[in-house]
């Protein structure tokens, strides 16, 4: 994976070298068209801006290109340049024809055999900043004559000791006069690399700046998109001063701001390499601040006629910081093995190449490219960092957000569970509580009532009174059990049932034949369940002992999966109709049926006179 | 008999008793005690011969009373008369040493007869009870886990066999009818079943009061 995406990330920085290195313009010459006149030799002349040159004494055979530099070190002016040409072979005087001048810095006006023809701009201070735009001059053909035409251009420029950079210093380049047609393409693709591309890369940059330091100020915690941000943006307005021709204050006050303004940015480097491997350094902080101020104030005492050797001073310096910052970020993101370590090394390792070889130039060590690198490269290399650094990001966030949803699901299932256990405890404690109070509520009734029934139970004189209460105690004691009691298993109710009922047949000299499943069941007869058919049955077996005069009783359990029953039958002497067609209502029949019918049973009772009686219970378990 | 303690806090419920008592047992000395206090000191100080303890008093439980009784008094034979019917009241009793028990909202002569019986050593067993019995037999600790000094109490196939038909329902006299022996000798093995749930239960609280550091040994 890691290798993967350093492989990707080396091949698309190589693609866009290659596709950088395809666009370059071609430099040679020879591609131009054999009716394009060259000017490489020129007569100069030194004079005050305004003062029409008058070619004496002072006058200079110069070749063009003419840098000041090397030619007139220390100049600061203007400088009038005037070369002669017969119209180029192969045109006519109905050809348009112009004059393509590819660099003229400061600013440049052009003269054709006496006549102002054009104007780039300010000739005095401010002056126009036309350094880096190439200029095609139409020639009119009204001026124009086949023969010993005289080309004059007025250059205004600076010396390269009083502007921050090389490109800035004053120069003039060879000349070129064709026709217009054939000169305008050369025009236009300079044009395009030297203003537009440039410009274009000021917007992105800025633009990607914005965001950045959008996405910094949302999220407080990554400080390096903020430094990322606020380090494009600074990048792309500084990329202002190759394309900004007409600056508000002069030359000198532009190029001390811009000077200084690269303090700024190489510390917003350095801090964006250092937050990005989540690094923090008090001292380098501050190191970095008291250079923003020390850069300015350098740059103020040794005057505006040294700003050159004071910024190539600096530059260096710059420069060694960055790739400091960077080799110490790709060592820490080595160490830690960072997935990111290759496409940032790749974008890393350019840009310093990038700014290095433009530090070189500046020096004017090696040949100025005609290009300006450093505006293009770095933008699009930046392009690069950023697009890491928002894929980077947008990951992050997106496992912040997986990691966000999976807590939330964790949390939505431990509040379900709290709920349920809560749910449980609450009703545990009901229980509890309900047990509690049933068990109180039982231990009052034993206590009070049924000592009190016991003490008439005992001491009544009336045999009815002390059987009534004693039916009371008995009651008392089922609906005490109903209360407290558990779940019983159906087997066991039936043991007990078994054991009282053949007791207190026996008692009566009753023979009694009680048949119930042989096998052991597991099934389970609520409390209450237990209570009603112990009541149902007690009475049964009291009407047979009291009232039916039967010498045998048979009593049969069935159990099923849903439904459990109970027969009782005697060969007694039935219970006698009523008038309305009904069974006596004396023998508790209709408190049986309820009773049964409290449990959702049923309870039939099957009689006639001289037929016995047949109790039939059903009761659903 | 000559000493019988009666032990019953309400005053009616206690005169009827010892009027019941004294028609059962004519020549017995009839000891009464309403609290459970008096019926420990009247059993420190009287040797008895039968006990009638109620459980639900105002100073405790009669389960004390019979405890104390079968500690200092083991041939005196403890009756619970009580209110409660269910086996979670009686069967503490039984544990602690009582032979038996009588519900109190009995007949006289339905209660007279019982007494009897028991007096001549045919003590009631209902269903419930056997299965706690039961249960008690089956969940004793492993015989060894027991300490040396501890009586391993274990009932015979007989008395099992005894427990699990009056578990099942079957009566007393249906059991006898079954295997073939005599009302006698099956009231003789509910006997057993009761001393030895007395004597195992015994055993049990000591195992339980070491197990909790109330010993030192």
């Given at each position: 994976m890691f290798n993967r995406l350093a492989f990707i990330a080396a091949a698309h920085a190589a693609a866009v070298l290659m596709w950088i290195a395809a666009m370059l313009p071609v430099a040679a010459h020879a591609a131009d068209a054999p009716s394009v006149l060259v000017i490489d030799k020129a007569l100069s002349v030194v004079t005050a801006p305004g003062i029409p040159a008058s070619f004496t004494s002072t006058t200079l055979p110069v070749s063009l290109p003419d840098d000041w530099a090397e030619t007139r070190p220390r100049f600061e002016g203007s400088v009038w340049y005037r070369a002669g040409f017969d119209r180029p072979p192969g045109t006519d005087a109905h050809d348009l024809m112009a004059v393509y001048i590819e660099r003229a810095c400061s600013n440049v006006e052009v003269y054709l055999n006496g006549q102002r023809i054009f104007s780039g701009g300010r000739m005095s201070e401010p002056v126009t900043r036309n350094c880096h735009y190439p200029q095609l001059v139409t020639l009119p053909g009204v001026l124009l004559q086949d023969q010993g035409n005289l080309i004059e251009l007025q250059v205004q420029g600076h010396s390269l000791q009083r502007v921050a950079s090389r490109q800035r210093a004053g120069g003039m380049s060879e000349l070129k006069i064709g026709p217009q047609a054939l000169l305008a393409p050369e025009h236009a693709r300079r044009l395009f690399w030297n203003v537009t591309a440039v410009e274009l890369a000021s917007l992105v940059l800025a633009v990607l700046g914005c965001v950045m330091i959008g996405l910094g100020l949302m999220n407080r915690g990554e400080t390096y998109l903020a430094h990322f941000g606020w380090l494009s943006l600074t990048w792309g307005l500084l990329s202002a001063r190759l394309w900004w021709r007409d600056m508000p204050w002069d030359?000198?006050?532009?190029e001390f701001l811009f000077c200084s303004a690269f303090a700024p940015m190489v510390a917003l480097t350095v801090l964006f390499?250092?937050?990005?491997?989540?690094?923090?350094?008090?001292w380098i902080e501050n190191a970095l601040a008291a250079q923003w101020v020390l850069v300015p104030a350098t740059l103020l005492l040794v005057g505006p006629g040294r700003l050159f050797f004071v910024a190539s001073i600096w530059y260096p310096l710059f420069v060694l910081e960055v790739a400091a910052a960077t080799v110490l970020h790709l060592v820490?993101?080595?160490?830690r093995k960072r997935?990111?370590?290759?496409p940032m090394a790749v974008l890393l390792v350019a840009i310093v190449g990038i700014v290095a070889y433009e530090l070189v130039r500046q020096r004017g060590w090696a040949d100025t490219l005609d290009l300006p690198l450093t505006q293009l490269a770095v933008p699009l290399l930046f392009v690069g960092i950023a697009t890491r650094l928002l894929q980077v990001f947008a990951r992050t966030l997106r496992a912040a957000e997986d990691g966000r949803e999976t807590l939330e699901a964790r949390v939505q299932q431990i509040t379900a569970e709290i709920e349920q256990n809560f749910a449980q405890l609450a009703e545990l404690r009901v229980e509890q509580v309900t047990e509690k109070e049933r068990k109180r509520i039982a231990g009052d009734l034993h206590d009070d009532l049924g000592a009190k029934l016991l003490t008439i139970v005992h001491t009544s004189e009336s045999e009815r009174i002390s059987t009534l209460a004693r039916e009371a105690l008995e009651e008392m004691r089922l609906s005490v059990r109903g209360l407290t009691g558990k779940p019983m298993r159906l087997a066991d109710a039936l043991a007990d049932w078994r054991a009282e009922t053949v007791l207190r047949l026996g008692q009566a000299n009753i023979e009694a034949d009680w048949r119930s499943p042989a096998d052991e069941t597991e099934q389970l007869l609520p409390a209450r369940g237990f209570v009603q058919t112990t009541r149902i049955l007690r009475e049964a077996v009291s009407n047979i002992i009291k009232h039916s005069g039967a010498s045998h009783c048979k009593v049969r359990c069935t159990i099923s999966d849903r439904q459990f029953g109970l027969t009782v039958q005697d060969n007694g002497k039935g219970i006698p109709m009523e008038l309305d067609g009904k069974l006596d209502r004396g023998h508790g029949m209709s408190s049986m049926k309820h009773r049964a019918k409290q449990m959702q049973g049923q309870c039939l009772v099957e009689s006639g006179p001289g037929y016995g009686t047949v109790i039939r219970l059903t009761l659903p378990l | 008999m000559n000493n019988i303690l009666l032990l019953e806090d309400l005053p009616e419920i206690r005169s009827w008793l010892k009027v019941l008592i004294k028609q059962v047992f004519p020549d017995a000395q009839i000891h009464e005690a309403a609290r459970v206090h008096d019926a420990l000191e009247l059993v420190s100080a009287v040797k008895f011969q039968l006990a009638l303890c109620d459980l639900g008093l105002p100073d405790g439980s009669g389960v004390d009373v019979v405890?104390?009784?079968?500690?200092?008094?083991p041939e005196c034979q403890s009756v619970v008369v009580t209110i409660h019917d269910d086996d979670d009241h009686l069967f503490p009793a039984l544990q602690a040493g009582a032979f038996g028990y009588l519900l109190k909202e009995q007949a006289r002569e339905l209660i007279a007869e019982?007494?009897?019986?028991?007096?001549?050593?045919?003590?009631?067993?209902s269903p419930s009870i056997a299965r706690r019995v039961i249960k008690h037999f089956a969940s004793q600790t492993q015989p060894q886990e027991r300490p040396q000094n501890m009586p391993h109490v274990a009932l015979t196939d007989r008395e099992n066999e005894v427990l699990l038909r009056v578990a099942k329902g079957f009566t007393l006299p249906e059991i006898g009818v079954q295997l073939n022996l005599s009302r006698h000798t099956i009231a003789d093995y509910v006997k057993q079943i009761y001393r030895k749930l007395n004597v195992s239960s015994r055993a049990e609280a000591a195992l339980e009061a070491q197990r909790l550091g109330l010993f030192r040994r």
């Open positions: 030359t000198g006050v532009m390499l250092l937050s990005y491997a989540d690094l923090r350094s008090r820490v993101t080595w160490r997935q990111d370590f290759w | 405890a104390a009784l079968g500690k200092s008094q019982q007494l009897k019986r028991m007096s001549q050593g045919e003590p009631p067993l």
